[in-house]
């Protein structure tokens, strides 16, 4: 379970997220909207840890992971998986090399299983070898989910992942990724600025607006 | 990001100051200190009289010298052929005059011009000696035409190839040149040549062996003839803001262009080609450019039989000291790169402050940044030994490059696949180790092999600090040119020239790797 409470957060003088409060229960789907600059990947991002939040706090499965101005728990350490807008592959690493990294804390066997089951489940086995500039966009994002779920992960974070792709791809990914959550039993906390997409990832909707979260068709 | 770490920005910051602005504060408080004793030594800083011509005819060497090479480096590049294609070993070598030092380059063409004007003597025309402000400005083109061109090649890999495309459907060839391709180049291409500005004024080499006198030439003159550092110090200031004010809006998109992290060609991969007269002119162009290397080649080769060989064995110890300053150097530089570049790709108040702090070394003549390292040495009691106070210089004279890419690179860098590494870690350390060096590598390979040339080739800080019997090749190279030993000086330029080829081609071979798997 994440928590999050009167979480706010500034930069270079400018409030993007204020008091928000937000709990994801295990196995939940979260669906946030909002327009651009509305603070759709801040608050993934300090769900993640990767930044501070400038007031409250977040806590991760009990445990208090980040509050004011400082990061308590690494990210490596909040069991999150993250399926980053643009993919985020490591250009010098192959797909297996990129699925693998996640994996470095369990024996070799487990690891290249797990690989092979995140590479099969997304449907991108046969690309295992290959570097990520040689792959199209599509399985690009397909490797980025693969990466991300490969570790298990009890929460899984994505931002944005199927913008640019064209219709029948996006839908195709997006039933793939609501298989995997609910397969294993994955938080889901789905970043989209897509009223489509949204509902066909279903769970709560909620809409960033100034800085807060408001349940969709409430504001 | 590494810069929201304590520990790596207090490290970073110490490290700065310790390398970049000791020296720097040394020089300062000398010549506070001679100011204090006696005021009217302000007017070293004014230039006026002699000091004010020497100060105009530098900046006129090296401004028409980066007009030069901004005009026939931009129009070769458009000349050469692909990197991908069968003729890309040609591109290649047309480069390797950029690892040769400046007085070897003069050293050839005062052969060439010497071959030249005995042959046209056998018809009777008689040839002006080569000598002078426009000899020297020859040369310090040539030396510098492959560095433009490699900016240039650098600037069209940053364009994208649909914005010349989208010019091409509404327009001619050389519409798109005017109004696109050269307009979206420009501030990369212009920042070259400023780049160039700032090498031609810290030359003395070429202007020394041209008998042209210029301001850094004045500057070791004056410490040569009254071994007054502050006298030095006092009188490089004017040199110094002339550099930097051509340096500060140069350096951060020559960084950003030389460590794009993309192996396309950019324009070259559109339609785009030059119309048949522009292709005249780059041809032109690239033809110059061939010209430095076959005459150099030509030159040094014809000029072994006066070689006295007994001095070129003897020279071995002088090219293993230079080799190994080399090594130390880039070590110096690696360490620094990573420590530093991270504080200054973002733009924090710190960030901007050691960018600024690491110009400064960047915009002072060698003899006064060699000044700056005894007098360094002096307030940590000589902890910098005979052995170490030369590879400190190096580091401080040249290491900044290698900072601002590294800072440049990471101001360019996909932060999401950087961060994905401390998602994604599950062993201490994975993310440093594995994603974020090999994501820095291809660039900090060109900073070192850039770093490496330099130091290899430098003569005016190098000539202040090394000790007695630590002789480098290029200073062996450099006394061996005053006293007229043409041939042993070609061969020991060979040598120097395997020494370099022995340093950069591994580095060359990784950082070509590297960047393609970036």
Known sequence: ?219 | MVTSNRWWRLSGTVAALAVFGLPLVALGMDAIRSLMVNPSLVHLAIPSGRTLVLLVRSCALAGATAVLCLVAGTAASLALPPASGRMGWLRTALFVPMVIPPYVHALAWMRAAEWLRRVVAVAGIRLPAFQGFGAALWVQTMVYLPLATGVALAAWSMIDPQLVDAALMRGSQDRALWRVVLPLGGPVLLSGSLLVFVLCMGDLSIPSLFSVNTYALELYARFSATGRISDVTLLAVPHVLVCLAALAPAIRSISAAVSAPSTREGIMHSVWRPSRWTRGLCVGAACLLSLDVAGLCVSLMSGLHGATWVAVVDAAPSAWVSVRLALFACALSMILAIVVGPLISNRSPLGQSLCALILIPLALPGPVAGTGALLANGIVHGAWTAQVAPALLMAFRFAPFACLMTGARLARADVDAMEAGRVFERRRGDWVLRVWLPMLLPVLTAALLLVALLVVGEVGGTLMVMPPGQQPLSITIYNYLHYGASGTVSALCLTLFGAVLLLTIPGFLSWRRAWRSA
């Open chain 1, 1 to 219: 379970m994440i928590e999050c409470t009167r979480l706010a957060f500034s930069f270079g003088g400018r409030t993007i997220l204020s008091n928000l409060e937000l709990t994801v229960s295990d196995g939940e789907r979260i669906v946030v909207m909002g327009r651009s600059g509305a603070g759709k990947t801040t608050l993934l991002r300090l769900l993640a840890g990767l930044v501070a939040p400038s007031e409250g706090s977040i806590r991760v499965g009990g445990e208090l992971a980040s509050v004011a101005r400082r990061i308590r728990m690494a990210p490596s350490r909040r069991d999150i998986g993250f399926v980053f807008q643009a993919g985020a592959l490591w250009p010098h690493m192959t797909v297996a090399q990129n699925v693998l990294y996640g994996l470095a804390d369990l024996p070799r066997p487990e690891a290249r299983r797990r690989m092979t089951e995140a590479l099969d489940a997304c449907k991108v086995a046969e690309l295992a070898l290959r570097l990520p500039q040689q792959l199209s966009g599509g399985e690009q994002r397909r490797v980025g989910l693969a990466r991300a779920i490969a570790p298990h992960p009890r929460h899984l974070l994505m931002d944005e992942p199927l913008t640019n792709l064209d219709s029948d791809l996006r839908s195709e990914l997006l039933q793939l990724v609501c298989e995997i959550v609910r397969s294993h039993d994955t938080a889901l906390v789905y970043v989209t600025h897509d009223e489509a997409e949204a509902r066909a990832v279903g769970g709560r909707q909620m809409r960033l607006e100034n800085g807060r979260l408001v349940a969709e068709g409430s504001a």
